[in-house]
Protein backbone atom coordinates (compact mmCIF):
# COMPACT_ATOMS: atom_id res chain seq x y z
CA UNK A 1 0.00 0.00 0.00
CA UNK A 2 1.27 3.49 -0.94
CA UNK A 3 1.38 5.73 2.43
CA UNK A 4 -0.45 9.24 1.29
CA UNK A 5 1.02 12.32 2.73
CA UNK A 6 -1.39 14.03 5.65
CA UNK A 7 -1.51 17.98 6.00
CA UNK A 8 -1.28 19.04 9.48
CA UNK A 9 -5.00 20.59 10.36
CA UNK A 10 -4.87 24.10 11.87
CA UNK A 11 -6.53 22.92 14.64
CA UNK A 12 -4.41 20.06 16.20
CA UNK A 13 -3.80 18.25 18.02
CA UNK A 14 -7.79 18.45 18.41
CA UNK A 15 -8.29 17.73 14.83
CA UNK A 16 -5.34 15.39 13.55
CA UNK A 17 -5.45 12.26 11.14
CA UNK A 18 -4.97 8.81 13.02
CA UNK A 19 -4.20 5.88 10.85
CA UNK A 20 -4.84 8.42 7.37
CA UNK A 21 -8.19 9.11 8.80
CA UNK A 22 -9.06 12.60 10.35
CA UNK A 23 -10.32 12.62 13.73
CA UNK A 24 -11.95 14.98 16.38
CA UNK A 25 -10.45 14.00 19.59
CA UNK A 26 -11.11 10.17 19.46
CA UNK A 27 -13.96 10.38 17.06
CA UNK A 28 -13.93 9.72 13.19
CA UNK A 29 -15.34 11.79 11.32
CA UNK A 30 -16.57 9.34 8.66
CA UNK A 31 -18.69 8.13 11.70
CA UNK A 32 -20.11 11.91 12.34
CA UNK A 33 -20.94 11.85 8.94
CA UNK A 34 -22.40 9.11 8.88
CA UNK A 35 -24.59 8.82 11.41
CA UNK A 36 -26.17 12.85 11.58
CA UNK A 37 -25.19 13.84 7.85
CA UNK A 38 -23.66 16.48 6.16
CA UNK A 39 -23.00 19.16 5.81
CA UNK A 40 -22.02 19.13 9.83
CA UNK A 41 -20.78 21.67 12.24
CA UNK A 42 -18.16 19.48 14.55
CA UNK A 43 -17.03 21.19 17.61
CA UNK A 44 -14.15 19.92 19.81
CA UNK A 45 -14.59 20.66 23.22
CA UNK A 46 -11.11 20.28 24.01
CA UNK A 47 -10.31 23.00 21.56
CA UNK A 48 -12.70 25.27 23.53
CA UNK A 49 -11.14 24.95 26.24
CA UNK A 50 -7.41 25.12 25.36
CA UNK A 51 -8.74 28.54 23.70
CA UNK A 52 -10.31 29.34 27.27
CA UNK A 53 -7.19 28.91 28.87
CA UNK A 54 -5.22 30.70 26.83
CA UNK A 55 -6.87 33.96 28.08
CA UNK A 56 -7.02 32.10 31.94
CA UNK A 57 -3.55 32.72 31.74
CA UNK A 58 -3.64 36.44 30.81
CA UNK A 59 -6.45 36.82 33.39
CA UNK A 60 -4.16 35.01 36.25
CA UNK A 61 -3.33 37.27 39.07
CA UNK A 62 -5.45 40.50 37.55
CA UNK A 63 -8.58 42.62 37.43
CA UNK A 64 -9.59 40.96 33.93
CA UNK A 65 -12.93 40.29 33.07
CA UNK A 66 -13.01 38.20 29.68
CA UNK A 67 -16.93 38.89 28.20
CA UNK A 68 -17.08 36.25 25.14
CA UNK A 69 -18.27 38.01 22.19
CA UNK A 70 -20.84 35.18 21.70
CA UNK A 71 -22.23 36.82 18.13
CA UNK A 72 -19.27 34.39 16.71
CA UNK A 73 -20.95 31.16 17.83
CA UNK A 74 -23.81 31.59 20.18
CA UNK A 75 -24.47 27.76 20.48
CA UNK A 76 -26.07 27.35 23.90
CA UNK A 77 -23.59 24.37 24.54
CA UNK A 78 -20.53 26.42 23.68
CA UNK A 79 -22.47 29.46 25.68
CA UNK A 80 -22.23 27.06 28.88
CA UNK A 81 -19.14 25.97 28.33
CA UNK A 82 -17.56 28.80 28.48
CA UNK A 83 -19.85 30.40 31.51
CA UNK A 84 -18.81 27.38 33.61
CA UNK A 85 -15.17 28.51 33.21
CA UNK A 86 -16.25 31.69 34.10
CA UNK A 87 -16.56 34.01 31.17
CA UNK A 88 -18.91 36.87 30.77
CA UNK A 89 -20.43 37.64 27.68
CA UNK A 90 -20.34 40.39 25.21
CA UNK A 91 -23.64 40.32 23.54
CA UNK A 92 -25.13 43.05 21.01
CA UNK A 93 -28.92 42.13 20.85
CA UNK A 94 -31.87 41.21 23.25
CA UNK A 95 -31.96 37.90 21.47
CA UNK A 96 -28.39 37.09 22.73
CA UNK A 97 -29.31 38.10 26.22
CA UNK A 98 -32.00 35.40 26.15
CA UNK A 99 -29.53 33.09 25.06
CA UNK A 100 -26.88 34.08 28.01
CA UNK A 101 -29.62 33.45 30.19
CA UNK A 102 -30.89 30.27 28.74
CA UNK A 103 -27.32 28.68 28.86
CA UNK A 104 -27.28 30.04 32.59
CA UNK A 105 -24.95 32.43 32.19
CA UNK A 106 -24.19 35.64 34.68
CA UNK A 107 -25.64 39.06 33.53
CA UNK A 108 -23.93 40.59 36.23
CA UNK A 109 -20.76 39.95 33.56
CA UNK A 110 -22.56 40.80 30.36
CA UNK A 111 -21.77 44.00 28.80
CA UNK A 112 -24.13 45.23 26.07
CA UNK A 113 -22.32 46.23 22.81
CA UNK A 114 -23.56 47.32 19.70
CA UNK A 115 -24.93 50.33 17.68
CA UNK A 116 -28.73 49.90 17.55
CA UNK A 117 -30.03 48.86 21.00
CA UNK A 118 -33.90 49.60 20.57
CA UNK A 119 -36.06 50.36 24.16
CA UNK A 120 -37.20 46.98 24.79
CA UNK A 121 -33.96 45.32 24.68
CA UNK A 122 -32.25 48.01 26.98
CA UNK A 123 -35.48 47.32 29.32
CA UNK A 124 -34.20 43.42 29.17
CA UNK A 125 -30.53 44.37 29.73
CA UNK A 126 -31.49 46.40 33.17
CA UNK A 127 -34.35 44.15 34.29
CA UNK A 128 -31.11 41.16 34.01
CA UNK A 129 -28.76 43.51 35.49
CA UNK A 130 -25.89 43.81 33.05
CA UNK A 131 -22.55 44.70 33.75
CA UNK A 132 -22.39 47.82 31.67
CA UNK A 133 -24.43 49.04 27.96
CA UNK A 134 -21.12 49.90 25.96
CA UNK A 135 -22.89 52.88 24.39
CA UNK A 136 -22.11 54.01 20.92
CA UNK A 137 -23.87 57.71 20.43
CA UNK A 138 -25.19 60.34 22.09
CA UNK A 139 -28.69 59.60 21.11
CA UNK A 140 -28.43 56.13 22.57
CA UNK A 141 -27.33 57.88 25.49
CA UNK A 142 -30.31 59.87 25.91
CA UNK A 143 -32.68 56.81 25.13
CA UNK A 144 -30.83 54.89 27.92
CA UNK A 145 -31.58 57.66 30.40
CA UNK A 146 -35.41 58.02 29.38
CA UNK A 147 -35.47 53.84 29.53
CA UNK A 148 -33.67 53.57 32.62
CA UNK A 149 -35.53 56.44 34.90
CA UNK A 150 -38.78 55.21 33.36
CA UNK A 151 -37.86 51.95 35.11
CA UNK A 152 -37.15 53.04 38.21
CA UNK A 153 -33.39 51.97 37.67
CA UNK A 154 -29.86 53.11 36.70
CA UNK A 155 -27.85 52.28 34.01
CA UNK A 156 -24.46 51.38 33.73
CA UNK A 157 -22.59 52.96 31.05
CA UNK A 158 -19.40 52.48 29.18
CA UNK A 159 -19.23 54.70 25.89
CA UNK A 160 -17.15 53.24 22.81
CA UNK A 161 -15.11 55.59 21.91
CA UNK A 162 -13.55 55.33 18.33
CA UNK A 163 -9.99 55.47 18.52
CA UNK A 164 -9.42 56.20 14.84
CA UNK A 165 -6.99 53.57 14.34
CA UNK A 166 -6.20 51.22 11.19
CA UNK A 167 -6.26 47.64 12.76
CA UNK A 168 -4.55 46.24 9.52
CA UNK A 169 -7.53 44.09 8.77
CA UNK A 170 -10.10 43.28 5.93
CA UNK A 171 -12.31 46.90 5.79
CA UNK A 172 -15.41 44.70 6.31
CA UNK A 173 -14.27 43.80 9.84
CA UNK A 174 -12.01 46.68 11.10
CA UNK A 175 -14.40 49.04 13.30
CA UNK A 176 -12.25 51.66 14.85
CA UNK A 177 -11.73 53.93 11.61
CA UNK A 178 -12.99 57.54 11.94
CA UNK A 179 -15.36 56.31 8.48
CA UNK A 180 -16.43 53.31 10.55
CA UNK A 181 -20.46 53.83 11.91
CA UNK A 182 -19.11 52.16 14.97
CA UNK A 183 -18.16 54.32 18.44
CA UNK A 184 -18.13 57.74 19.27
CA UNK A 185 -14.90 59.84 17.76
CA UNK A 186 -12.47 60.16 20.33
CA UNK A 187 -12.60 63.90 20.00
CA UNK A 188 -16.39 63.81 20.81
CA UNK A 189 -15.94 61.48 23.61
CA UNK A 190 -15.01 64.26 26.42
CA UNK A 191 -18.27 65.68 25.55
CA UNK A 192 -20.04 62.49 25.59
CA UNK A 193 -19.17 61.79 29.15
CA UNK A 194 -20.27 64.72 30.36
CA UNK A 195 -23.23 64.29 29.07
CA UNK A 196 -23.73 61.11 30.11
CA UNK A 197 -22.77 62.05 34.02
CA UNK A 198 -25.55 64.97 33.40
CA UNK A 199 -28.34 62.76 32.10
CA UNK A 200 -30.45 61.04 35.18
CA UNK A 201 -30.70 57.06 34.99
CA UNK A 202 -26.88 56.63 34.33
CA UNK A 203 -24.33 55.97 36.13
CA UNK A 204 -20.38 56.09 34.41
CA UNK A 205 -18.34 52.83 34.65
CA UNK A 206 -16.38 52.49 32.04
CA UNK A 207 -14.38 53.30 28.30
CA UNK A 208 -14.86 50.77 25.75
CA UNK A 209 -13.68 50.29 22.36
CA UNK A 210 -12.99 48.03 19.53
CA UNK A 211 -11.57 48.42 16.52
CA UNK A 212 -11.59 45.61 14.11
CA UNK A 213 -11.45 41.80 13.98
CA UNK A 214 -8.44 38.73 12.44
CA UNK A 215 -5.79 41.15 14.09
CA UNK A 216 -2.72 39.46 14.41
CA UNK A 217 -0.06 43.01 15.04
CA UNK A 218 -0.04 44.24 18.80
CA UNK A 219 0.47 47.42 17.20
CA UNK A 220 -2.78 48.76 16.20
CA UNK A 221 -3.97 47.66 20.08
CA UNK A 222 -1.60 49.75 22.25
CA UNK A 223 -1.69 53.06 19.04
CA UNK A 224 -5.72 52.76 20.46
CA UNK A 225 -4.42 52.48 24.33
CA UNK A 226 -2.33 55.48 23.82
CA UNK A 227 -5.26 57.36 22.48
CA UNK A 228 -7.69 56.14 24.91
CA UNK A 229 -5.45 56.72 27.88
CA UNK A 230 -4.96 60.45 26.46
CA UNK A 231 -8.90 60.57 26.89
CA UNK A 232 -8.77 58.82 30.53
CA UNK A 233 -6.41 61.92 31.42
CA UNK A 234 -9.12 64.09 30.13
CA UNK A 235 -11.81 62.40 31.79
CA UNK A 236 -9.71 62.15 35.82
CA UNK A 237 -9.36 66.46 35.20
CA UNK A 238 -13.38 66.55 34.78
CA UNK A 239 -13.23 64.29 37.98
CA UNK A 240 -15.35 61.83 35.82
CA UNK A 241 -13.97 58.09 37.37
CA UNK A 242 -13.39 55.32 35.43
CA UNK A 243 -13.83 51.67 36.30
CA UNK A 244 -12.97 48.97 33.77
CA UNK A 245 -11.63 50.38 30.27
CA UNK A 246 -12.80 47.50 27.76
CA UNK A 247 -10.11 46.86 25.16
CA UNK A 248 -12.74 45.12 22.78
CA UNK A 249 -11.74 41.12 20.99
CA UNK A 250 -10.64 41.05 17.57
CA UNK A 251 -7.58 38.84 17.98
CA UNK A 252 -7.21 36.63 14.83
CA UNK A 253 -6.73 33.07 14.42
CA UNK A 254 -4.73 31.15 12.12
CA UNK A 255 -6.16 30.45 9.18
CA UNK A 256 -3.61 29.85 6.91
CA UNK A 257 -0.19 30.43 7.79
CA UNK A 258 -1.01 33.98 10.47
CA UNK A 259 0.59 34.27 13.99
CA UNK A 260 -2.02 34.79 16.32
CA UNK A 261 -0.91 37.00 19.10
CA UNK A 262 -1.21 35.82 22.34
CA UNK A 263 -3.86 36.80 24.95
CA UNK A 264 -1.46 36.80 27.89
CA UNK A 265 0.98 39.11 25.82
CA UNK A 266 -1.11 41.71 24.64
CA UNK A 267 -2.95 41.89 28.35
CA UNK A 268 0.30 42.42 29.88
CA UNK A 269 1.42 45.55 27.37
CA UNK A 270 -1.66 46.82 28.28
CA UNK A 271 -1.79 46.48 31.77
CA UNK A 272 2.45 47.61 32.15
CA UNK A 273 1.46 51.19 29.55
CA UNK A 274 -1.83 51.46 31.41
CA UNK A 275 0.31 51.20 35.26
CA UNK A 276 3.31 53.28 33.61
CA UNK A 277 0.53 56.44 33.22
CA UNK A 278 -0.70 56.09 36.32
CA UNK A 279 -3.73 53.99 35.61
CA UNK A 280 -2.28 50.45 37.79
CA UNK A 281 -6.06 50.45 39.58
CA UNK A 282 -8.20 50.29 36.47
CA UNK A 283 -9.92 46.97 35.88
CA UNK A 284 -9.85 45.26 32.28
CA UNK A 285 -12.42 44.12 30.31
CA UNK A 286 -11.85 42.27 26.68
CA UNK A 287 -14.44 40.34 24.29
CA UNK A 288 -13.02 38.32 22.18
CA UNK A 289 -14.95 36.24 19.69
CA UNK A 290 -12.94 34.12 16.58
CA UNK A 291 -10.47 33.48 19.23
CA UNK A 292 -11.88 31.38 21.90
CA UNK A 293 -13.76 29.57 18.92
CA UNK A 294 -12.82 29.82 15.54
CA UNK A 295 -10.33 26.56 15.46
CA UNK A 296 -12.51 24.53 17.84
CA UNK A 297 -15.11 23.89 14.95
CA UNK A 298 -14.83 22.53 10.89
CA UNK A 299 -17.61 22.18 8.13
CA UNK A 300 -17.65 18.11 7.51
CA UNK A 301 -19.01 18.17 3.85
CA UNK A 302 -19.34 16.08 1.08
CA UNK A 303 -18.60 15.83 -2.62
CA UNK A 304 -21.32 15.42 -5.10
CA UNK A 305 -19.80 16.22 -8.18
CA UNK A 306 -16.54 16.80 -9.79
CA UNK A 307 -16.87 18.82 -12.46
CA UNK A 308 -13.51 18.89 -15.09
CA UNK A 309 -13.29 21.71 -17.52
CA UNK A 310 -11.05 23.55 -19.97
CA UNK A 311 -10.45 26.23 -17.25
CA UNK A 312 -10.58 24.91 -13.54
CA UNK A 313 -11.69 21.99 -12.25
CA UNK A 314 -14.54 22.29 -9.56
CA UNK A 315 -15.87 19.77 -6.22
CA UNK A 316 -19.30 20.67 -6.01
CA UNK A 317 -19.84 19.67 -2.32
CA UNK A 318 -23.49 19.91 -0.23
CA UNK A 319 -22.19 22.52 1.93
CA UNK A 320 -22.89 26.07 0.66
CA UNK A 321 -22.50 29.48 1.15
CA UNK A 322 -25.45 29.55 3.59
CA UNK A 323 -23.59 27.54 5.89
CA UNK A 324 -20.69 29.43 5.36
CA UNK A 325 -20.37 32.73 4.55
CA UNK A 326 -17.10 34.31 5.13
CA UNK A 327 -15.89 33.04 1.95
CA UNK A 328 -18.07 34.53 -0.37
CA UNK A 329 -18.67 37.36 1.77
CA UNK A 330 -14.98 38.27 2.36
CA UNK A 331 -12.96 36.70 0.11
CA UNK A 332 -11.78 34.55 3.38
CA UNK A 333 -9.50 31.55 2.77
CA UNK A 334 -10.63 28.59 4.84
CA UNK A 335 -8.25 25.19 4.89
CA UNK A 336 -9.93 22.02 3.16
CA UNK A 337 -8.75 18.62 4.23
CA UNK A 338 -9.45 15.37 3.13
CA UNK A 339 -11.05 13.86 5.47
CA UNK A 340 -9.26 10.06 4.13
CA UNK A 341 -6.83 11.51 2.01
CA UNK A 342 -6.07 9.28 -1.52
CA UNK A 343 -3.57 8.71 -3.79
CA UNK A 344 -3.76 9.54 -7.04
CA UNK A 345 -3.88 12.40 -9.24
CA UNK A 346 -4.68 15.73 -8.12
CA UNK A 347 -5.90 18.88 -9.76
CA UNK A 348 -6.39 22.44 -8.56
CA UNK A 349 -9.54 22.64 -7.73
CA UNK A 350 -12.64 24.84 -6.70
CA UNK A 351 -14.49 23.89 -3.91
CA UNK A 352 -18.04 25.34 -4.82
CA UNK A 353 -21.85 24.44 -3.54
CA UNK A 354 -24.75 23.89 -4.93
CA UNK A 355 -26.51 27.20 -4.61
CA UNK A 356 -27.08 29.36 -7.61
CA UNK A 357 -25.15 31.99 -7.45
CA UNK A 358 -21.16 32.09 -8.87
CA UNK A 359 -19.98 33.36 -5.84
CA UNK A 360 -21.08 30.45 -3.90
CA UNK A 361 -17.50 29.04 -3.16
CA UNK A 362 -15.89 27.69 -0.32
CA UNK A 363 -12.22 27.76 -1.62
CA UNK A 364 -10.14 28.29 -4.61
CA UNK A 365 -7.43 26.64 -6.13
CA UNK A 366 -6.61 23.98 -4.12
CA UNK A 367 -4.84 20.90 -4.88
CA UNK A 368 -6.47 17.62 -4.13
CA UNK A 369 -7.08 14.38 -4.88
CA UNK A 370 -10.33 13.60 -5.20
CA UNK A 371 -13.63 11.50 -5.88
CA UNK A 372 -16.77 11.51 -5.96
CA UNK A 373 -18.42 10.84 -2.41
CA UNK A 374 -15.27 12.23 -0.58
CA UNK A 375 -15.61 13.74 2.58
CA UNK A 376 -13.87 17.29 3.26
CA UNK A 377 -13.36 19.15 6.16
CA UNK A 378 -13.36 22.98 5.62
CA UNK A 379 -11.51 24.13 8.38
CA UNK A 380 -11.64 27.13 11.29
CA UNK A 381 -15.49 27.07 10.86
CA UNK A 382 -15.97 27.34 14.75
CA UNK A 383 -16.04 31.05 14.14
CA UNK A 384 -19.02 33.40 12.48
CA UNK A 385 -19.78 30.05 10.96
CA UNK A 386 -23.13 28.54 12.05
CA UNK A 387 -23.95 31.96 13.29
CA UNK A 388 -23.77 33.50 9.26
CA UNK A 389 -25.81 30.90 8.09
CA UNK A 390 -29.05 31.39 6.26
CA UNK A 391 -31.79 29.08 4.53
CA UNK A 392 -30.90 30.63 1.22
CA UNK A 393 -32.48 28.60 -1.53
CA UNK A 394 -34.26 27.02 0.88
CA UNK A 395 -32.11 24.45 2.06
CA UNK A 396 -32.73 23.43 5.66
CA UNK A 397 -29.40 24.49 8.10
CA UNK A 398 -26.35 22.23 8.86
CA UNK A 399 -26.82 19.81 12.56
CA UNK A 400 -24.01 20.98 15.17
CA UNK A 401 -21.81 18.26 17.16
CA UNK A 402 -19.71 18.47 19.91
CA UNK A 403 -17.39 15.86 20.61
CA UNK A 404 -15.80 15.42 24.29
CA UNK A 405 -13.21 12.62 23.89
CA UNK A 406 -14.99 9.62 22.19
CA UNK A 407 -18.77 11.54 23.10
CA UNK A 408 -20.63 12.88 20.64
CA UNK A 409 -23.09 15.52 21.40
CA UNK A 410 -25.87 16.61 19.12
CA UNK A 411 -25.75 20.37 20.10
CA UNK A 412 -28.60 21.76 17.54
CA UNK A 413 -30.74 19.44 15.45
CA UNK A 414 -30.69 19.82 11.77
CA UNK A 415 -33.69 21.64 10.33
CA UNK A 416 -36.36 20.08 8.79
CA UNK A 417 -37.59 21.67 5.21
CA UNK A 418 -40.70 21.86 6.57
CA UNK A 419 -39.77 24.08 9.49
CA UNK A 420 -38.52 26.06 6.88
CA UNK A 421 -42.14 27.56 6.05
CA UNK A 422 -44.02 26.47 8.64
CA UNK A 423 -44.31 30.17 9.63
CA UNK A 424 -45.37 31.18 6.28
CA UNK A 425 -49.11 31.45 4.95
CA UNK A 426 -50.93 31.74 1.65
CA UNK A 427 -53.40 33.99 0.67
CA UNK A 428 -57.15 32.43 0.71
CA UNK A 429 -58.63 30.96 -2.33
N1 LIG B 1 -16.70 43.27 20.38
C1 LIG B 1 -17.36 43.96 19.44
C2 LIG B 1 -17.95 45.25 19.77
C3 LIG B 1 -17.46 43.42 18.14
O1 LIG B 1 -18.09 44.12 17.21
C4 LIG B 1 -16.87 42.17 17.85
C5 LIG B 1 -16.96 41.59 16.52
C6 LIG B 1 -16.21 41.48 18.89
C7 LIG B 1 -16.14 42.07 20.14
C8 LIG B 1 -15.56 40.15 18.69
O2 LIG B 1 -14.51 40.25 17.76
P1 LIG B 1 -13.56 39.00 17.46
O3 LIG B 1 -12.78 38.73 18.72
O4 LIG B 1 -14.42 37.85 17.10
O5 LIG B 1 -12.72 39.45 16.35
N2 LIG B 1 -18.19 38.15 10.58
C9 LIG B 1 -16.81 38.60 10.55
C10 LIG B 1 -16.36 39.16 11.85
C11 LIG B 1 -17.24 40.29 12.36
C12 LIG B 1 -16.82 40.79 13.70
C13 LIG B 1 -17.87 41.66 14.26
N3 LIG B 1 -17.56 42.17 15.55
C14 LIG B 1 -15.93 37.46 10.10
O6 LIG B 1 -16.46 36.38 9.81
O7 LIG B 1 -14.71 37.61 9.97
Not at 104 to 111: R, T
Not at 207 to 226: N, R
Not at 232 to 239: E, I, K, Q, S
Not at 278 to 289: Q, S
Request: net charge negative.
Amino acid sequence: MTSVAVPTPVGAPFFAYRDGVLHVEDVALPELAARHGSPLYVYSRAALRAAWQRYAEAIEGRDLLVCYGMKANSNLAILREFARLGAGFDIVSGGELARVIAAGGESGKVVFSGVGKQAWEMRAALAAGVLCFNVESQAELRRLSDVATAEGRVAPVSLRVNPDVDPKTHPYISTGLKENKFGIAIADAPEAYRLARDLPGLRIVGVDCHIGSQITEMSPYLDALDKLIGLLDTLRADGIRIHHLDIGGGLGIRYQDETPLAPKALVDAVAARLQARGYADIGLVMEPGRSLVGNAGLLLTQVEYLKPSDAKHFAIVDAAMNDLLRPTLYDAYHGVLPVVPRAGQTHLYDVVGPVCESGDWLAKDRELTLAQGDLLAIESAGAYGMVMASQYNTRARAAEVLVDGHHVHVVRERETVAALFAGEAMLPD
